[in-house]
């Protein structure tokens, strides 16, 4: 009996042994699993859609915009891979589109009909869901840089004009004079615009206050989406809207939910387009509801807005969109878009084109 009670003793040590090592070997994996997983982050950009052709494009010029494109993001992605905030991340890069004279945004803007710039941008955090506006300032360096401080130090949502222009004196925001934003591209571009304007007018009087030419007049919007380590979405757009625009007009650029949304539970979109039409279909927000409460995927999504939704209604452009986990949407319905997009391994991808990834 003795020998049987010692023999189940060992027995049941070695066992304890073994689920023991069994143990402490299980927890060494899954703390080298723990240790090993890298958090998902990704930054994706666009610097306008619209009739963007190959044909029409030398050599240089789609050069120059896919540096900058590069720049811009790269800004971005250095402030996410450093555990940085997506915010941070989207107002940076968008400044660096801003800077540029290649979009239409701060220094790149186009001309009103009146032949000056009236700049509009808007931010949204997708962890809290505030957000801030800016639209029709004349004097804004960098508009995201205002719509930003709308949305951290006001309580308001969108300022316009000269009241948003006030407030930008009080946050110490840099103004500049309005002849910073002339550039003879975009300024040759109004005046074709309106001698075109004005042969067709010559022959039909009742078409005064129509545009013929709104479709061709409205790419270059910049805007970015992004994701960070703390799985927080973050999303910008500024513009300097249509050119020959009249009567202060505003299209989707600093509209929420239109023009830029974000919201940590789905996505965070940035719209480029006929603003009207984005305006009328809610884009920005339409893409993260379908995610929301569909469970549709953020490509599924986009592509159903931006082509059935926008495109049937008559409406052109296109988005730029990051999820929860990463995944990117770039969709259009126009010719091209000027679009980038870095991924958590840095993998860089830039297009401009239609079917170019």
Same mark, same amino acid.
Not at 4 to 30: R, W, Y
Not at 38 to 53: R, W
Not at 141 to 164: C, F, Q, Y
């Given at each position: ?60 010029l789609e050069t120059a915009y896919k ?44 001309? @009103?009909?009146?032949? &000056? !710039? ?6 949204? #955090?997708?962890?809290?869901?505030? +957000? *801030?506006?800016? /639209? ?102 500024? @513009?300097?809207?249509? &050119? !020959? ?6 299209? #989707?650029?600093?509209?929420?939910? +239109? *023009?830029?949304? /974000? ?44 082509h059935d939704k926008v495109g049937g ?45």
């Amino acid at each position: 009996m003795i020998r049987k009670f010692f023999a189940v003793l060992t027995f049941s040590a070695l066992i304890s042994c073994g689920n023991n090592a069994d143990s402490t070997q299980n927890q060494t994996s899954e703390a080298t699993k723990t240790n090993t997983e890298q958090p998902t982050f990704g930054i994706v950009i666009h610097g306008g859609a619209g009739t963007i052709l190959k044909k029409n494009m030398t050599d240089s010029l789609e050069t120059a915009y896919k540096e900058i494109l590069e720049k811009a993001i790269r800004v971005g992605h250095k402030i996410l891979e450093d555990g940085g905030d997506a915010m941070d991340a989207v107002t940076a890069t968008i400044n660096v589109m801003e800077d540029s004279p290649l979009f239409n945004a701060g220094k790149g803007a186009v001309f @009103t009909h009146e032949e &000056t !710039n009236e700049l509009d941008a808007s931010v949204m #955090d997708g962890k809290t869901l505030n +957000a *801030g506006a800016v /639209a029709g300032v004349t004097r804004i360096k960098n508009p995201i840089d205002l719509a930003r401080e709308v949305m951290d130090n006001s309580d308001h949502v969108m300022l316009a004009g000269k009241g948003a222009e006030i407030f930008a004196e009080t946050r110490g925001i840099a103004l500049v004079d309005p002849e910073y934003f002339f550039t003879e591209r975009r300024y040759n571009s109004l005046l074709r615009i309106k001698e075109q304007q004005k042969t067709q007018l010559d022959h039909d009087e009742k078409t005064a206050f129509v545009d013929p030419f709104i479709k061709d007049s409205k790419f270059g919007t910049v805007g970015c989406a992004a994701l960070d380590k703390n799985g927080n979405l973050a999303a910008g757009t500024s @513009t300097g809207g249509m &050119t !020959n625009k009249r009567w202060n007009r505003i299209g #989707d650029a600093p509209i929420i939910g +239109a *023009g830029t949304y /974000a919201n940590n539970a789905s996505c965070a979109v940035s719209s480029t387009g006929w603003g009207e039409y984005f305006i009328r279909a809610m884009v920005a927000h339409d893409i993260s509801a379908l995610m929301e409460y569909k469970g549709m995927s953020v490509q599924d999504a986009a592509r159903t807005v931006i082509h059935d939704k926008v495109g049937g209604l008559g409406g052109d452009g296109g988005i730029v969109a990051i999820d929860k986990d990463g995944n990117v949407a770039m969709e259009f319905n126009t010719a091209g878009m000027y679009r980038a997009h870095m991924n958590a391994n840095g993998d860089l991808v830039i297009g401009i084109y239609e079917n170019q990834q």
